[in-house]
């Protein structure tokens, strides 16, 4: 394995040795491509500024009283908002370049060109932000980047007093809309509780009892009538009237006995008992003798009826109480509606306020100015070396490319070559070698080779060194400082 390992590496430089020319040659000529392409790539020149993203010590103090947008709502919208084709507009109208415009899809095309180029970095850590801008024209670079940054604080200060203002108004018309409403539900609770300051005012507890103490009173007048009704019922059967009745229904009883309905004496009794009982339905007698029984009798029926009386102003009184008793929970609901719909009105009012005092000293910081946030670190300079394309890097890989390349090319063309070259590729192919003729030198013709391979490599080192020399040259051109180092060295 080693022993192939080792021809096939003696192959190989054996061929490089036979092709040496075509080698050469052809490894030059990629490398010269490759220098000429580099130097053929437009240079892009990049302009960068930082911004610092304060963190206002005004904002921190007023943190809570004023309304101001935080850091993270700030460099979220930043990079959008950068890059809007309304800002990309105005910085090209600043920048004086709308005016070389022939159509509007050359202008277009200017902000989609100043788009894909424009590259924003965050840095949260540092609160800082980079913008970066390449182009063929340092210059132009350069102005862009600082103009598309104070357009971009510009419209920021400027949106956030429009939004204050506007903010302000807002909150205005609203403060006076919500206090209008907040009277409104005011007077309308006030009013309610003036209508049902009665029921308001009741207890339920206390109705209750009222309620109960009534209900007990018409109990009492019921046990104290039924004591009257039984004493009446006594009275009237003790009246001498009644007696008297008695007294002569028998005796007509004992004389239909004896003598006929026509007789006198049984006459005269029915007329007795007739008058009796029309005495008795007028509640009273004309004589002596019955007039107290009556007074007692009609003394009972005056206290009855007055205990009736009562018993019906209790009943009205419960009644009455019962009618407020369920009254009551309407009448509070309806109030409890109406002050939620007061506190409601007045904490929407107090936080408006609250919200238009907020709105007032952030007014007064954005047109102060106090409110800018962000701070130019670093503004963009003018670009003295390009970034693209790196022709040092190109040049060395051009370098490599073409060396390899070459021997790419040398072992492809070997590959296809199908021509018997030694004599073991002779006897591969079943042919008898009977001998083998060896080279005679000629003097003259190899010191025509010798000079020919001298001029040849001559060239060649010539042309690579050119090669080579573009390296310092594009490292002494973007770098002054070691250029002006090598002259100082120089004179001296």
Same mark, same amino acid.
């Given at each position: ?71 993270? &709502?700030?460099?979220?919208?930043? #990079? @959008?908002?950068? +890059?809007?084709?309304? %800002?990309?507009?105005?910085?090209? !109208?600043? $920048? ?29 850590? &540092?609160?800082?932000?980079?913008? #970066? @801008?390449?182009? +063929?024209?340092?210059? %132009?670079?350069?102005?862009?980047? !600082?103009? $598309? ?344």
């Amino acid at each position: 394995m080693y022993q192939s390992s080792e021809f096939d590496y003696k192959k190989y430089l054996q061929l490089i040795s036979k092709k040496k020319y075509l080698f050469i040659s052809m490894a030059l000529v990629i490398m010269t491509g490759v220098v000429i392409v580099s130097y053929l790539l437009p240079e892009r020149y990049e302009a960068k500024s930082t911004v610092f993203v304060e963190k206002s010590v005004i904002s921190e103090l007023l943190k809570g009283i004023s309304l101001s947008p935080s850091y993270e &709502e700030k460099t979220r919208v930043l #990079t @959008y908002s950068m +890059k809007s084709r309304a %800002l990309l507009l105005k910085v090209i !109208n600043d $920048l004086g370049m709308n005016v070389t415009m022939q159509n509007r899809g050359q202008m277009e095309n200017m902000v989609k060109e100043f788009q894909d180029n424009t590259d924003i970095k965050l840095n949260d850590k &540092e609160g800082l932000f980079t913008i #970066t @801008y390449t182009n +063929k024209n340092p210059r %132009l670079a350069r102005d862009y980047v !600082n103009a $598309l940054v104070h357009r971009y604080i510009e419209e920021n200060i400027t949106s956030k007093r429009e939004e204050s203002s506007g903010a302000n108004t807002i909150l205005a018309d609203q403060i006076k809309s919500i206090k209008a409403k907040l009277e409104e539900s005011e007077a309308r609770a006030d009013n309610y509780k003036r209508d049902n300051s009665g029921l308001l005012a009741q207890n339920d507890v206390a109705l209750t009892a009222e309620i109960g103490d009534a209900q007990q009173k018409i109990n009492d007048i019921d046990a104290k009538r039924r004591q009257l009704e039984s004493q009446l019922s006594l009275a009237k059967k003790n009246s001498p009237l009644k007696a008297k009745l008695d007294e002569l229904q028998k005796k007509q009883h004992e004389l239909s006995l004896i003598y006929t309905d026509n007789h006198p004496e049984v006459i005269e009794t029915k007329n007795e008992i007739a008058s009796i009982r029309e005495q008795m339905k007028s509640g009273g007698s004309r004589s002596e003798q019955g007039a107290a029984p009556s007074l007692e009798v009609e003394k009972i029926a005056l206290e009855l009826n007055s205990l009736r009386d009562n018993a019906n102003i209790q009943r009205r009184f419960i009644a009455t109480k019962q009618a407020q008793l369920r009254s009551i929970p309407a009448v509070r609901s309806g109030l409890d509606e109406l002050e939620r719909d007061k506190n409601s009105q007045k904490l929407l009012y107090e936080q408006l306020v609250t919200r238009y005092g907020q709105s007032e000293v952030s007014k007064h910081i954005d047109v102060q100015g106090k409110a800018t946030d962000f701070r130019i670190v670093d503004p963009a300079i003018l670009p003295i070396r390009p970034i693209a394309p790196v022709r040092v890097k190109i040049i060395l890989f051009g370098i490599a490319g073409g060396v390899l390349a070459s021997f790419c090319l040398l072992v492809l063309m070997d590959t296809l070559d199908r021509s018997v070259r030694n004599v073991e590729s002779l006897r591969s192919l079943g042919v008898q070698v009977l001998a083998v003729v060896p080279t005679i030198e000629n003097p003259a013709e190899l010191l025509a080779l010798r000079k020919r391979d001298y001029w040849f490599y001559s060239i060649a080192a010539l042309c690579f060194m050119l090669i080579l020399a573009t390296i310092p040259i594009e490292l002494m051109r973007h770098q002054p400082t070691t250029l002006s180092v090598l002259s100082a060295f120089i004179r001296i």
